[in-house]
């Protein structure tokens, strides 16, 4: 009798099936335990003991957060409170967020909180992108605190005539069809001043998430890299 060619061997074919089905079941579940570490929040514990998460913790709000190049990893990536000079944050260099640099964890949190449901509610990516989900009819989100139109140099800062980022931010959510700034004006859609403050403290939040460079097109306008 001649010898069976293994290829046509049907127990080869569902033993092979069955190994590499089990395979891809154990990297699967390993790949979310991995990734669910990966995205939950951090901290305030994290920053005192200098632990850089890509979710950082609420409180990153009372630190300065610039978008610097890395090297190592090919992108840009957020720094938190300075560069220790290999592209890794400090934690260290505060800056006042309405005023103060000592939002406690559940202050920072509830704002934040506030910000995610003013998100929602007013449906932001009916016309926006934030980390990835959204429309494109409007600017992305994701990056928009480092955005140096809103900076102290920054031509929307000088619009509003307001003195810090997130008072110009807050003043153009609160009152957008006072200040016309694209063909696509945003609509008012009756932001009251205790949202704004929790939409900009979200954005600005959102801006400190590593997402691995995205979006990608962001590192190109001019002085948003290194916080210039």
């Known amino acids: 009798m001649a010898n069976k060619s293994v290829w046509s061997d049907n127990r080869f074919w569902q033993r092979s099936a069955a190994w590499i089905t089990g395979f891809a079941a154990v990297l699967l579940i390993w790949l979310t335990f991995d990734t669910m570490g990966q995205i939950s929040m951090g901290n ?3 920053f005192k003991n200098g632990v850089t998460k890509r ?3 609420p409180t990153v709000i009372n630190y300065k957060i610039t978008y610097e190049m890395s090297t190592k990893r090919g992108h840009e990536v957020p720094i938190i409170g300075g560069n220790d000079g290999q592209g890794m944050s ?8 309405f005023g103060r640099d000592d939002w406690s964890e559940e202050e920072a949190g509830a704002l934040l909180h506030l910000g995610k449901l003013g998100s929602q509610t007013k449906n932001c990516m009916n016309c926006h992108t934030l980390l990835g989900n959204g429309a494109y009819y409007a600017p992305d989100l994701t990056k928009a605190w480092l955005d140096p139109a809103w900076g102290p140099e920054g031509s929307m800062q000088a619009m509003t005539g307001k003195d810090t980022k997130e008072e110009a931010m807050a003043e153009f959510l609160m009152h957008p069809s006072t200040y016309p700034t694209h063909a696509r004006m945003m609509p008012d859609l009756g932001i009251t001043a205790d949202e704004a403050k929790g939409l900009v403290a979200f954005l600005k939040h959102m801006s400190s998430i590593d997402t ?3 979006p990608r097109n ?4 001019q002085g948003a890299v290194h916080g210039k």
Not at 218 to 221: A, D, E, L, N, W
């Open 90 to 97: 400090l934690f260290q260099e505060k800056e006042k967020f």
């Open 218 to 221: 962001f590192g190109k306008i």
């Open 55 to 57: 979710v950082p913790g």
């Open 212 to 214: 691995n460079g995205f």
């Open 44 to 46: 305030d514990a994290d």
